[in-house]
């Protein structure tokens, strides 16, 4: 599995970052699901080897500005790129409104249909081609959530030893089962369920939205692989702001992430107070340090353009860093 920032900064852009955007694919895998599209996601796009031609879905978080104002001028690439396959957008019901507001006022010819799911209505697990996704409520100033993706279609391994231990011989039943069908052999029907077992553990991946409350992902926590949250804020930050700042600190995410014995966490959405050296302002370098103080597990501050490779064996590897 791969995780492609396309845009890490919040609320608005800076010279360094894109407002929100985060693509997700198996690795090797043509298809690939977006999560949020803050304005010049499109652009972003650009300068990476994703299609929009080959985009299955788009997870929007909630309605702010720096999460979806990209949709519009994205839709109308795709068409004019000529694509014609069905895309599924699952945001809340504003966002059609929104979609359907831009179509008709700028008379946008769309000739692929968006098959749109509604948050507010979504209470069941949705199936993708590569992962079944659930969404997780958040706490913001607007309904926003987080989504949780658990990988699908795993690939099946043969049960050598079982498969010898019942004298099953070798032969092209055996790659039959090892792809999930049943077989007849010598009159004896052979379950693949019974041969088989799946490659690896399915991987867990959560993308979330703004929130102040990282607790609201403790049911979720359990085997996950990789959590990617908003440290918008140093705790000193977010102190002054108020007893609500809507957003989360590095310190808070850090203190949930050690408290669930999360291994690997992934922030993103920094106030563009905080800059990299030799900026005299505010440094992105206090998030991280206040993180580390608090978090024991491997720890990545999310540029745009950065890659990560999640192995099927859970270890997360930054793969490229523009």
Known sequence: MELIFLGTSAGSPTKRRNVSACALRKFGAKRWYLVDCGEGTQH??????????????????????????????????????????????????????????????????????????????????????????????????????????????????????????????????????????????????????????????????IISGDNDSPQLLEPFSEDLDVLVHEATYSQQMSDKIGPEPQHCSAKALAEFAEQQQLTNLIMTHFSPRYQYPPSKGLLITELEDEAKSHYRGQLHLANDFDTFRLTTSGQLKLITRH
């Not at 929007?60 to 599924?88: F, K, Q, V, W």
């Not at 957008?89 to 000739?111: M, R, Y």
């Not at 209470?123 to 081609?129: A, I, P, R």
């Not at 699908?152 to 999930?180: F, T, V």
């Open 44 to 205: 972003q796009i650009l300068h990476t080897k994703l299609s929009l031609m080959h985009l299955e879905a788009i997870f929007i978080t909630h309605i702010h500005g720096d999460h979806c104002y990209g949709l519009p001028g994205l839709l109308a690439s795709a068409m004019m790129s000529g694509r014609t396959e069905a895309l599924s957008i699952v945001a809340p019901q504003a966002i059609q409104n929104f979609i359907e507001v831009i179509i008709e006022s700028t008379e946008l010819p769309l000739n692929f249909e968006i098959n749109f799911q509604s948050l507010e209505s979504l209470d069941t697990l949705l199936e993708f081609q590569h992962f079944k996704v659930q969404k997780i409520s958040l706490s913001h100033r607007v309904a926003s959530v987080a989504y949780h993706f658990c990988e699908s279609a795993i690939g099946l391994r043969l049960d050598i030893e079982k498969l010898k231990s019942d004298k099953i011989a070798s032969g092209p039943h055996w790659n039959q089962l090892q792809k999930g069908l049943d077989v007849e052999v010598g009159g004896q029907m052979l379950k693949s369920s019974d041969y088989t077992f799946a490659a690896h553990t399915p991987r867990k991946i």
